[in-house]
């Protein structure tokens, strides 16, 4: 088992997670790349994805595993030779697809905004950061919902060498909250016409992550 590590970035970005797996299914086919697929009447490749990234977010950590022999330098080339404008694997190694799930703790994004100037995005990340809780309002399917989110921020921090610039550390994994959440409070928080992009820059697993939540209140410990 191949875990590859892979980018999704423009304009891959706009595909969704099931175009994303037809768009590596057809690669590998196109490399002439040998891999194992299922038992049973209709057999198919095996193949894995991470969790799936939400519409219209870059990524340069994405994950996928898949069950070949092939040399993991070898995969790599052939596949991103012919893979679609966006999608590149960046390394590859052997592993267990469970690694993929299991061993998650957080993910690290970029947010760069249009519309809002520096000193709003340090006061929104400062009220967020210095609360102990930090309710979110959104809409999902028509029906507008509010959660409260503040154990699932690890980190907000305006990036100071650039306007507008928000990195932010999330869980991910097992326990989750998506970078659109936090972008289109951000959004909110401004008023008037604010415009962002996201890119998820780094998945830390449990082992890598200088981040840990306590077991008695879910708050965050730096």
Do not use: W
């Amino acid at each position: 088992m191949l875990i590859c590590k892979y980018t999704k970035l423009h304009p891959a970005h706009y595909a969704s997670h099931l175009d994303t797996l037809r768009a590596v299914m057809a690669a590998i086919r196109r490399a002439n790349l040998k891999v194992e697929f299922s038992d049973g009447f209709n057999p198919h490749m095996r193949l894995f994805f991470s969790l799936p990234l939400p519409l219209g977010v870059e990524s340069k950590a994405e994950f996928f595993a898949v069950d070949t022999n092939e040399p993991a330098k070898d995969f790599m080339t052939r596949f991103n030779a012919v893979a679609p404008t966006g999608i590149k694997i960046l390394n590859a190694k052997a592993g267990s697809k469970d690694s993929m799930y299991s061993d998650v703790h957080s993910a690290e994004y970029k947010i760069t905004f249009e519309g809002i100037t520096y000193e709003q995005l340090a006061k929104y990340t400062d009220a967020v950061m210095q609360s102990s809780e930090y309710n979110i309002t959104y809409a999902h399917k028509g029906i507008s919902k509010t959660v409260e989110v503040r154990g699932k921020i690890l980190d907000l921090v305006v990036n100071n060498n650039q306007n507008s610039t928000l990195m932010a550390t999330l869980r991910h994994g097992n326990v989750n909250l998506s970078i659109l959440r936090i972008a289109e409070d951000v959004c909110n928080y401004a008023g008037g016409k604010v415009f962002y992009r996201a890119v998820k820059l780094r998945v830390c697993s449990v082992n890598n992550s200088s981040f840990k939540i306590t077991k008695n209140n879910g708050k965050v410990l730096k």
